[in-house]
């Protein structure tokens, strides 16, 4: 007999086990960090490089007044520079730092094989030379 609990309650864990597997909790806290991280990169932007980018050309409304014509040229430029910033930042982290990091740790060397383990390797060596 169908048990619509019964089922619900099986699809219930399933998901229970989804959502609480180590590898679904570290993306979550990536996602929120990046956010934070996003938004940190925005200010620096924002709030120093565009106004230092902005004193050899002095405005009156700052940046992002910067226009040619109808196009809205300092919001487009501080986005950009907003995204280069990001960028050079996820390098410096990603490929440098972890990369530095995933040098310097040093591998182990491989377990001393076994009797029967070098037996094994000598018959392997034998069936495939054709002489056994």
């Known amino acids: 007999m169908f048990d619509p609990t019964k089922k619900a309650l099986s699809l219930f864990e399933e998901f229970k086990d989804f959502a609480l597997k180590g590898n679904v909790i570290?993306?979550?806290v990536g996602v929120i960090i990046g956010g934070a991280f996003g938004s940190i990169v925005t200010s620096l932007v924002k709030n120093i490089i565009m106004p230092?980018?902005?004193i050899p050309i002095p405005t009156q409304g700052g940046y992002t007044s910067w226009q040619i014509g109808p196009v809205l040229l300092g919001h487009f430029l501080a986005d950009v520079l907003n995204f280069l910033v990001l960028a050079l930042a996820l390098f410096v982290f990603i490929v440098k730092f972890l990369g530095w990091?995933?040098?310097t740790k040093k591998e182990a060397p491989p377990p001393a094989l076994t009797k029967d383990?070098?037996?094994l390797i000598e018959i392997r060596d034998l069936l495939k030379s054709g002489r056994a």
């Open 26 to 28: 570290d993306l979550a």
């Open 52 to 54: 230092i980018v902005s």
């Open 101 to 103: 990091i995933m040098r």
């Open 117 to 119: 383990q070098e037996l």
